[in-house]
């Protein structure tokens, strides 16, 4: 096989791979003060979600986190829905977000990343902050998989967040 045709094999293949899968980073971090401890059965109100970017968007990013995170808790028997139970109130602001194109990051990684950065706290219910919250993903490269990132970036974001957080909870 001449080398041409194996470089071109070679560029079929990573071209095919990069259409059907993405990648990018992903980073979060959930930090309860040392002097706190946890009570059993603590559950978690969703507070404020603010966008903190500056930007305005054509979509509402504060409802589409904020549903993100209402979704994930629920769905990890996490959410406070009132009652004597102690709690936790979670709180999240968009401090960078970008919709990013497939298009693009199929022809150039790098080239129309989608991005989301969240950053959060975590009060007592006496408004006394006792954690914080920090959460980044990006869908930097890749093809038709990553169609629509823009929409799932928040719900990967939000079941981060919410992985980490249930780990010190419970």
């Known amino acids: 096989m001449s080398l041409f045709r194996s470089y071109s094999l070679y560029a079929a293949i990573l ?3 990069l259409f059907v899968s993405g990648c990018g980073t992903v980073e979060q971090k959930v930090a309860l003060d040392q002097q706190y401890s946890v009570l ?6 969703l507070g404020t979600v603010k966008n903190q970017t500056g930007q305005s968007f054509d979509i509402d990013v504060e409802k589409m986190l904020a549903d993100a995170f209402s979704q994930a808790l629920k769905e990890r028997n996490l959410q406070w ?3 004597s139970t102690p709690k936790l109130v979670l709180t999240a602001d968009i401090v960078e977000y970008s919709k990013g194109d497939a298009f693009k990051r199929w022809l150039m ?3 129309g ?5 969240v950053r959060g706290a975590l009060y007592e219910s006496d408004n006394r902050q006792v954690g914080s919250v920090d959460a980044k993903r990006t869908v930097d ?3 038709g998989y990553t169609i629509g990132a823009w929409e799932t970036i928040f719900r990967n974001v939000a079941n981060d967040v919410i992985l980490k957080l249930a780990e010190q909870v419970k």
């Open 81 to 83: 829905t009132g009652g």
């Open 40 to 45: 059993p059965g603590t559950k978690v109100e």
């Open 15 to 17: 071209a095919a791979l």
């Open 109 to 111: 990684p790098g080239w």
């Open 141 to 143: 490269a890749g093809g």
């Open 113 to 117: 990343s989608t991005v989301l950065v």
